[in-house]
């Protein structure tokens, strides 16, 4: 493999890798938080990719068209999941109702995959790019898409403010601390229902995002909810339910090997998340009868540090 060949693939990996961890990012979120696992996640990533073909639409494929879709998408999306989050989940955090929470998150991906088809039909829909990002950078004798760069750098922008939110925060600080005890934040006068409300709408936006930033990539049909829904359950189970850290390393990983493996075989390429997620599980496996431990950036503790504690 030459020099070219490997730097094109490293980064068209890496642009695979921050579009799977936006998604998984936002279920990691709702789930180290509120304890819900949202299957929505890929009906939510598929309605920002099509919204994202209607803003570009309307807008044309310029500088302001994408720039309107990059914020405004993920906002009204966000907005929409607070609203679902205050109607319909508000009321299972109490009852610890699980089973209700999965019928409520499944309900909800149902009902915007047939939203979907009644607004935009069934056919495919293509949006194109402004003119800035269109073409490629050649670097070391390796094309370089100018989409792709933009997207590796606006992801590692997007995980960065992710980083820094969690941890640098005086939100962060609230968030991880309603992880640990609900009721006592509650009781030291923080509205823990409006930060539940916030929690979700920044893990659909996440989702959402990734539908923006995945729509010009290809075509956008009525699949991208199964094609983005279960990679990012395959990067969370690998990185780890509510780690951000495992989630961003598992992204990285799945991202870059699929991306190499399509220079082998398609099929290949198709199997690799399967593949990177057996090995994980079962070095963890290992791991955790010789004691070892990998800390991360956790926001949810295990049901065994919650029984100690309690």
């Known amino acids: 493999m030459s020099l070219a060949t490997f730097i094109a693939q490293l980064f068209a990996g890496l642009g695979l890798a921050f579009v799977l961890f936006f998604t998984a990012a936002g279920l990691n979120l709702v789930w180290g938080v509120l304890g819900v696992m949202n299957f929505a996640a890929g009906s939510v990533y598929m309605l920002g990719a099509y919204l994202t073909t209607s803003a570009i639409a309307r807008l044309g494929a310029s500088a302001l068209g994408w720039t309107v879709a ?10 929409l ?26 309900a909800l991906s149902y009902l915007i995959a047939g939203a979907i088809v009644l607004v935009f039909g069934t056919h495919f829909r293509t949006v194109s790019l402004p003119g800035a990002l269109e073409g490629s950078w050649s670097v ?12 590796i750098v606006l992801g590692l922008l997007v995980t960065a403010a992710i980083w820094f939110g969690l941890q640098r925060t005086r939100a962060g600080l609230l968030t991880r601390a309603a992880v640990d005890d609900r009721e006592m934040l509650s009781v030291l006068g923080v ?13 659909v936006g ?14 956008v049909s009525s699949n991208l909810e199964t094609t983005a829904l279960v990679p990012a359950f395959i990067v969370v189970v690998t990185g780890g339910l509510g780690n951000m850290t495992g989630a961003l390393a598992a992204a990285l990983a799945i991202g870059i090997l699929q991306s190499f493996a399509t220079l082998r075989d398609a ?9 990177v997620m057996t090995v994980v599980l079962l070095a963890r496996a290992a791991s955790a ?17 919650r029984s100690s504690a309690g």
């Open 70 to 79: 990059l914020f405004a998408v993920p906002l009204a999306v966000a907005a």
């Open 81 to 106: 999941g607070a609203l679902a989050e205050v109607t319909l989940l508000r009321r299972t955090y109490r009852e610890e109702d699980e089973n209700r929470q999965f019928m409520i998150t499944l």
């Open 140 to 151: 070391l004798g390796a094309t370089l898409p100018r989409y792709t760069v933009v997207t």
């Open 191 to 203: 509205d823990v229902d409006r930060l539940y409300s916030a929690v979700f709408a920044v893990g």
């Open 206 to 219: 996440l989702g959402a995002l990734g539908g923006v930033l995945i729509a010009p990539q290809g075509a």
């Open 267 to 275: 099929t290949l390429a198709q199997l690799t998340p399967y593949a």
């Open 289 to 305: 009868r010789l004691g070892w431990s990998v800390a991360g950036v956790r926001l949810r503790r295990s049901a065994t540090a």
